[in-house]
């Protein structure tokens, strides 16, 4: 069964980096598409990058246009997701969401993934 765990939340000042994970700890399916999405107050929730699996150990990523060079997402041993995330800004200021699905579907889309984990805090302060 997938359970996501997460970590690596925080308080960062604009221009700041912060690394978040999140590990399978069911070990479900090395194949599975694993990624994130984030939810700022307010807001609806959005696509951030997601990995899917091509052959063996190897992964395809995947990002939203606007994560691209400041977000760099990467696969772990095939059950933890990582998410790098340099040059922070207020903006970024969300809940960052882990989630799962077997492969195949819409990958940007959230409603395609049944395994979500409990979300973790980024708050970027100016």
């Known amino acids: 069964q997938v359970q996501l765990v997460e970590s690596g939340g925080g308080l960062v000042q604009a221009g700041g980096s912060l690394r978040l994970s999140c590990a399978d700890s069911?070990?479900?399916?090395?194949?599975?598409?694993m990624g994130w999405f984030r939810q700022a107050p307010g807001k609806e929730r959005e696509f951030v990058a997601t990995t899917t699996w091509a052959s063996g150990s190897i992964y395809y990523t995947h990002y939203a246009e606007s994560m691209k060079g400041r977000f760099t997402i990467s696969r772990d041993g095939g059950y933890t997701v990582s998410l790098q995330m340099n040059s922070l800004q207020p903006e970024d200021t969300a809940v960052y969401y882990c989630?799962?699905?077997?492969?195949?579907?819409?990958?940007?889309?959230?409603?395609?993934?049944?395994?979500w984990g409990h979300g973790t805090e980024v708050t970027v302060s100016s």
């Open positions: 989630t799962a699905r077997r492969s195949g579907g819409t990958w940007a889309d959230g409603s395609d993934y049944p395994y």
């Open positions: 069911g070990r479900t399916d090395s194949s599975y598409t």
